[in-house]
């Protein structure tokens, strides 16, 4: 076990809809990533959280938008889903930059 | 071509081999994590390294940061070890993360 806390598990949608994933890190971790793992694309980077400001940005659509709570927990919104939007997303913790990250069960994401 | 390129894609052994797979990439880095992807889906952090070598049990990871290349050893390969193993690097001045496509082991008993 991680520390690193995703839910929900499985979610099953439709497309045009809007999802919310979310994220909490493991105790005293700052850093929060999320990302995109897709059969034809692989792992794909899509944002990073240092204490509740954005710090990188990598390939995340604009349809897709994240934040960071002042508790450090993360969400990943994701809206006006297609089906190339099914994918499992995983949520990552570190205590700081280039620190080793721990990475949550991931989120299985289903577009029908 | 990739920023990150790992070799093999796939990779098939003996229980008790010895295993190497490698990783080359592109961009200045401050780190380069070796991932552990097993069949159901869970990621694990191997190492993270910036220079040098670094050994956890029967699994040794060593960087050349003038040559842009990594390499992750298995000693004694066992069954369990199959799995997707996935280098990604933290790229200098941007914090993003670049990952390869993965090797896929199978350990045969």
């Known amino acids: 076990d991680s520390g690193v806390t995703q839910t929900p598990k499985h979610l099953i949608t439709a497309t045009g809809q809007r999802v919310t994933l979310r994220c909490s890190p493991r105790?005293?971790?700052?850093?929060v990533y999320w990302y995109q793992q897709s059969l034809d694309q692989g792992l794909q980077f899509l944002i990073q959280y240092y204490n509740g400001e954005e710090r990188a940005k990598g390939n995340i659509l604009e349809r897709f938008s994240a934040q960071q709570f002042p508790d450090l927990h993360s969400e990943l919104n994701l809206s006006s889903l297609e089906l190339g939007d099914s994918a499992l997303y995983f949520c990552?913790?570190?205590?700081?930059?280039?620190?080793?990250?721990?990475f949550g069960p991931g989120t299985r994401l289903t577009v029908t | 071509k990739n920023e990150v390129e790992q070799s093999p894609q796939n990779l098939t052994a003996q229980e008790g081999e010895f295993i190497t797979i490698n990783c080359s990439y592109s961009v200045g880095i401050s780190a380069l994590h070796w991932l552990q992807q097993h069949p159901g889906g869970g990621i694990v952090s191997l190492f993270m390294l910036s220079s040098g070598k670094k050994k956890h049990g029967r699994l040794i990871a060593t960087i050349n940061i003038q040559e842009k290349h990594s390499s992750l050893h298995i000693t004694a390969s066992h069954p369990r070890d199959s799995a997707v193993y996935i280098c990604a690097v933290s790229a200098s001045g941007t914090y993003k993360y670049i990952f390869g496509t993965g090797t896929r082991l199978k350990v045969l008993a």
């Open positions: 105790s005293g971790d700052l850093s």
């Open positions: 990552a913790s570190s205590s700081g930059q280039s620190r080793e990250q721990y």
